[in-house]
């Protein structure tokens, strides 16, 4: 299983999470798990998924949700698990 991580923060507007898994389905990404908040108008979510069934490259990826959080308003970031995990480690 190839496990990303991806947040979406930003401005709460109607319809993000709609945009962000669309793009997710439509590739072919499975998501393993989610959760969102909102805080005094500002989303924030994180998204555990798994990219095995994606056919393009993780960089290509990376930047289609990147221009997609700029077209929605909201900032997305897409980490490899493996790396997220040595980045978080004590």
Avoid: P
């Amino acid at each position: 299983m190839n496990k990303t991580i991806i947040t979406v923060v930003g401005k709460d507007t109607v319809g993000i999470i709609a945009r962000v898994c669309t793009y997710l389905a439509g590739n072919g990404i499975n998501i393993l798990d989610i959760s969102q908040t909102i805080v005094q108008g500002y989303f924030n979510m994180m998204m555990i998924v798994d990219t095995t069934g994606m056919d393009k490259q993780f960089g290509d990826m990376a930047d289609e949700l990147a221009a997609l959080g700029e077209e929605i308003g909201v900032v997305i970031k897409c980490q490899k698990e493996e790396i997220f995990d040595k980045m978080h480690r004590i």
